[in-house]
Structure formats: C-alpha cells, structure tokens
C-alpha cells in the first residue's frame, strides 16, 4: 500500500513554543491529506483537512489560528502548534487516500507531542 | 451527528482461536468501510475494506462482514496470533470532506 510519513515521530516542548509537524506521501501524491488528533484510549478525532493550494478546513472547535495547516506541494503538509500548551500533548497523525481513485485512506506512523 | 461505534470495548481471546469485533454505524448512506489495527503508539495500519455493494470480502485471515439492514460490520480475524493484539478500528468514509469517521476502538488481547 501507499506509504505516509511523519516527523518527528515524537517532540517535547516547553509551553509557549510553537512545534510543527511534516506529514509526506512517499509514493504517491495527494491533493487532500486529513489532521487528526487522538487522546489516550480514546479514538481518533478530525481535527482539519488539508487542501493542495488552498486553505485548510477546519473541523468545529479547532482554532484555526492555534494550528496552523500548510499543503506546500503534493507530498507535504505541515501542521504547526502554536503557543503550544500542556492540554495540547496528543498523539497527531495524518492521512492520506492513496491515489488512483481509491477511498482507502493511508495514515502516517503517527507524531507525540508533549508540552511541558 | 451520524458516528460509528462499537458494542465491545474490549475483547480477551485464546491464541489459535477466532476473533469477531463488530462494529454498528448509524449513517444508512455511507458506501465505503474500512477496518484498521492500530498497536501502542502507532498510526492506524489498513487491515480490511469493503463498499455497501458487498455483503462479505475476505483477505488473508480477515473477513469483513457486512449487513446493511441492521448497520452493522464485523472483523474476523482466524486463528488468532498474539500479534493480533491492538486496538482494531472501524471507520466509515462519511465526513463532509471525504474523511474517515471512526468508532470508538475495540482492544483484542489475545491469551497464549
């Protein structure tokens, strides 16, 4: 299947800082790519779509000016935290459909923020 | 709003034997469902897919039931290994982006 990467795969910070977060399709591109965030045993929650040069789409409650979404070319979009606070420590993962038409989505190995 | 979830938050099954996680959703209208496996710290692995046109689909060790009159999907997985054990999700293509929606997560343990 197609292959979705992330870096880093994890990141501590101090509060106040700001973390971005690379997610790249290794094989294929991908004009849309989906954020999403996951707490501890919980499920995984859409937190905005990622649109090849357009503005993202924000799901409801997400601060689109705290993250921040950035689809710079066909393989690359970039989440960043910013003023990155502790209630922001979660596990951000990324997803992809994998090309050629198909629905199936692919997800990157995942990225752990911590804020101090 | 429509969501996915599922009867079984966890489920404890002997190595060797079959698992069955089922899963309900509540959106009539969606066509496309997937079922992922996710282990401790790592992104969602692709196990299984099957559209609203099929009843049943089966890969290697894995079928993947459908039963539209009741919303409801299944996962089985034979012969189960301890490798099987995570936490397996079932999503449905139904967001207003083309995004996944995904249940609540059923964790598999599986016993030697």
């Known amino acids: 299947g197609a292959v979705v990467s992330q870096h880093p795969s994890w990141v501590i910070c101090k509060s106040g800082t700001s973390v971005k977060i690379e997610c790249r399709s290794l094989?294929?591109?991908?004009?849309?790519m989906f954020w999403y965030r996951q707490f501890p045993k919980q499920s995984l929650m859409l937190m905005a779509t990622?649109?090849?040069?357009?503005?993202?789409?924000?799901e409801q409650g997400v601060e689109k000016d705290k993250f921040l979404i950035n689809h710079a070319s066909l393989t690359l979009s970039t989440l960043t935290v910013t003023s990155a606070h502790p209630e922001d420590s979660s596990f951000y993962i990324c997803?992809?459909?994998?090309?050629?038409?198909?629905?199936?989505?692919?997800f990157g190995p995942g990225t752990r923020l911590t804020v101090l | 709003g429509e969501s996915v979830g599922l009867h079984l938050p966890t489920l404890s099954v002997q190595e060797g034997d079959n698992s069955i996680i089922n899963c309900a959703y509540s959106?009539?209208?969606?066509?496309?469902f997937i079922w992922y496996k996710q282990e401790s710290g790592k992104g969602p692995q692709f196990i299984i897919d099957?559209?609203?046109?099929?009843d049943k689909r089966q890969g290697q060790r894995v079928t993947v039931l459908l039963n539209k009159t009741v919303k409801h999907l299944s996962l089985q997985i034979a012969a189960t290994q301890p490798g099987d054990s995570a936490v397996y999700f079932c999503?449905?293509?139904?967001?207003?982006?083309?995004?996944?929606?995904f249940g609540k997560g059923t964790k598999l343990s599986v016993k030697p």
């Open positions: 997803s992809a459909p994998g090309g050629g038409g198909t629905d199936t989505q692919y």
């Open positions: 094989d294929f591109q991908a004009t849309t």
């Open positions: 990622s649109n090849e040069g357009s503005k993202a789409t924000y």
């Open positions: 959106n009539s209208a969606s066509d496309y």
């Open positions: 099957i559209r609203s046109n099929m």
């Open positions: 999503a449905e293509k139904g967001g207003s982006q083309g995004n996944l929606i």
